[in-house]
């Protein structure tokens, strides 16, 4: 592994990279708040609490965001998944992990195929457990979770002890606000079909288990952390558009909140972080896996939310910058690696 400081100096440097506010959404604003909270690199402390999780252990990920289900439930946006397959990917590889992934039924079908173009392999839990026994299959443990409040708070106490997490992960997962509603970031209600995963990492704060999340807007699971910043600079972030009496901030906290232009560039840092902590290049996500995966989201109708059409392009950034992103990341960190 890397000698500590120069691990402290390219961790800063993925920070930067994923933090230029090319969206104009107020993140630059968000990352101050985070960083001084954080004390330095989220990017690294997000790596570090990943490589964290013993060997063998379980970790829970979300992500996925119904983004016109006043039209149809089947449809999700193209930010989040991938970059949740990169993760997950990054986490089996390292510490050999069982991968829970939780989000809508109506999304579990795209999801599962971006995982797979990843290189994880679904399957049950039972065959989750022997895989990892004996090292022979990257897999990941896809199911889905319920769409309202009581029947959330059930499945998230059976899960919490049946599945005994190490740690949790969320990126580009919407959570509702102080007044129990989920926002988009025009400051409409959200809400309808959308899984209610939030209650799932209020429990395992509450408990004490690890939680780490990505966001880009405000409106994401562990954004409660820099609430008051989210209310000052974000648009509809005191105030919506729905009349709920709240902004689009959302009330559930994190330990680690790593903030990003587009979530998705977010864990593409994450993954470069941990590939250097690991001293494994197989760890990183690159622009060739990148583009794989843009091709899988197309091809499985995730949509470009920002557009509002299914294609290439992520929070109406075209198809180049991720890549670009990739290869940038890649670069920062090659000398270590």
């Given amino acids: 592994m890397a000698d500590a400081a120069l691990i402290t100096r390219l961790d800063n440097r993925l920070d930067q990279l994923v933090n230029i506010d090319m969206g104009e ?5 968000l990352f101050v708040a985070a960083r001084e909270l954080q004390g330095g690199s989220l990017v690294g402390a997000a790596a570090d609490a990943l490589m964290a999780v013993p060997e063998g252990g379980t970790v829970v990920m979300t992500t996925g965001s119904v983004s016109r289900a006043w039209i149809t439930e089947d449809l999700g946006e193209n930010d989040g998944p991938s970059g949740a397959a990169a993760v997950a990917r990054a986490l089996v590889l390292a510490r050999n992990v069982t991968i829970v992934m939780l989000c809508e039924e109506t999304l579990l079908p795209a999801i599962r195929n971006v995982c797979r173009s990843a290189g994880l392999f679904p399957v049950t ?15 990941i443990v896809m199911q889905p979770f319920a769409t309202e409040d009581e029947a959330g708070k ?29 926002h988009s970031m025009r400051g409409i209600d959200y809400g309808m079909g959308r899984s209610r995963v939030d ?10 288990v690890p939680v780490v999340a990505v966001g880009d807007g405000g409106n994401e699971i562990g954004m409660g952390k820099i609430a008051d910043h989210v209310k000052a600079h974000v648009p509809y972030g005191d105030k919506c558009q729905c009349g709920c009496g709240g902004g689009i901030g959302a009330l559930t906290s994190c330990d680690v909140l790593v903030t990003a232009a587009c979530s998705n560039w977010g864990c593409t840092a994450i993954a470069a ?6 001293g494994d290049a197989r760890l990183l996500h690159t622009p ?12 499985n109708g995730l949509i470009n939310s920002t557009h509002g059409v299914v294609d290439d392009s992520v929070d109406g950034f075209p198809r180049q910058s991720h890549l670009a992103v990739a290869e940038l990341c890649r670069t920062i960190v090659s000398r270590a690696l």
């Fill in 288 to 299: 060739e896996r990148e583009a794989l995966l843009l091709d899988t989201m197309v091809a």
């Fill in 199 to 208: 209650l799932f990492f209020d429990q395992a704060l509450e408990r004490g």
């Fill in 25 to 29: 959404r107020g993140v630059e604003h």
């Fill in 154 to 182: 059930s499945q998230a106490s059976e899960l919490m002890d049946t599945l005994n997490p190490d740690l949790f992960f969320s990126t580009e997962r919407v959570g509702r606000n102080d007044f129990g509603v989920y």
């Fill in 125 to 139: 839990l039972a065959q989750a457990a022997i895989a990892k026994a004996d090292k022979s299959l990257a897999t």
């Fill in 273 to 278: 972080a941990m590939a250097v902590r690991a």
